[in-house]
């Protein structure tokens, strides 16, 4: 059976919640939505999934509880979050701009703002999806720190970025000086593929494995469950 783009990006986001236990999952976008979705449905039962405003519900958005706002809070602030969001600019250490493309001053765009990006990552874990892999978007400095990556996090408690997700792969931070890493490749990419769409030197190993198959009950939770109108061919070709 064919396992598009798409669907290796669902299985890479998913995989960012494995081994999280009871935290409160955040993700921002469809693809990210769907993998948090089906790792409450396989490997992460115990993953809390929310509506964004004050329900907890089940992964076909049934409620299952309430969140009231002071209890979002403590998770916000006590690192039993796992927000996955999105970036305008991410650089090797993880800084992440959603604000401005140029100087501060006067920038040349205007973007959504700094937002909650602060407190997102310096008080729980945050990964990120990126659509489209560029070198406008992997840039060797953001022009503005939001999301605070590993050389502006002063030793915070509960900082840590997990993972970023891109159409072309998987990368972490396991470095000794907590820089990108390549983490896999999705099937059909080559690592030179990824070189030129980076605007940084990427940390590469010399055996770089490929973003894991999902299993035939994944594919099927995917395409018949989670979204089987096909909106993740709209946001990943």
């Avoid at 973007?111 to 840039?139: D, K, Q």
């Avoid at 983490?183 to 010399?206: I, K, Y």
């Amino acid at each position: 059976m064919t396992v598009t783009r798409a669907e290796y990006c669902v299985i890479a986001c998913a995989e960012a919640w494995r081994g999280d236990g009871e935290v409160l999952a955040s993700p921002m976008g469809l693809i990210p939505a769907l993998g948090a979705r089906l790792a409450r449905l396989t490997f992460a039962p115990d993953l809390l999934l929310t509506d964004g405003e004050a329900t907890l519900v089940r992964p076909d958005g049934t409620p299952e509880g309430w969140l009231p706002y002071r209890r979002h809070l403590e998770f916000v602030t006590g690192g039993r979050r796992h927000v996955m969001m999105g970036a305008s600019q991410i650089d090797r250490f993880g800084n992440q701009n959603i604000s401005c493309i140029g100087d501060w001053e006067r920038p040349k765009r205007q973007l959504l703002g700094v937002r909650g990006a602060p407190v997102n990552t310096l008080n729980n874990p945050t990964s990120y999806w990126i659509p489209r892999h560029s070198r406008r978007v992997f840039v060797e400095k953001v022009d503005m720190v939001c999301g605070v990556g590993y050389d502006h996090a002063g030793g915070a408690r509960f900082h840590r970025v997990p993972r970023v997700v891109s159409d072309l792969g998987v990368f972490d931070f396991a470095t000794p000086d907590h820089s990108m890493r390549l983490a896999s490749l999705h099937p059909g990419v080559t690592v030179e593929e990824v070189r030129e769409a980076t605007s940084f030197d990427l940390a590469v190993p010399d055996d770089v494995p490929t973003t894991r198959e999902p299993t035939a009950e994944e594919l099927r939770l995917v395409r018949e469950v989670l979204d089987p109108a096909g909106g993740r061919a709209r946001e990943v070709s």
